[in-house]
Each structure stands twice: as C-alpha cells, then as structure tokens.
C-alpha cells in the first residue's frame, strides 16, 4: 500500500490548515496520513483542528519540519 502523504512544508495558514482540513475531510477509521509541516502556526491550527474531529497524532520534529502522524479514529 501506498503512503498516505501531505506535504505542506512550502504552505502557510490558512491555506495549510484548509488543505489539511480537504485531504483529512472523508478519510476512513483506521486510516493512517504524515502530514509535513514547517510553519509553526499552521501546526498548532492543524493540531487543534485534528484533535477536535476524531483524529490521534504524534509528532516530531525533522530538519527544518515536523512530521505529523495521523490517525482518524472512530466517531
């Protein structure tokens, strides 16, 4: 299987947070998505948006990014 990628490490919020929010919108229970990510500020929105619609994640810090782990967790 293919992995499920994001990479929004060129993009900025809110623009971040609305591509986060398009490619996440949907996804199946159990599904796994690496979001990456540089902007610190769309991280935080990112994080706060995920944990409020039924999502866990981790994170750690890369290089000059995060690698978010995401996965969407029953309703």
């Known amino acids: 299987m ?18 986060a929010k398009r490619h996440t919108n949907g996804q199946q229970q159990g599904t796994n998505i690496d979001i990456l990510i540089s ?8 994080t706060h948006y995920l944990q409020q619609h039924a999502f866990t994640l981790s994170c750690e810090e890369k290089e000059g990014y995060y690698r978010m782990q995401v996965t969407k967790e029953s309703c």
């Open 39 to 46: 902007d610190p500020s769309s991280m935080r929105d990112i």
């Open 2 to 19: 293919e992995p499920n990628i994001l990479d929004l490490r060129h993009q900025r919020c809110p623009l971040a947070l609305l591509l």
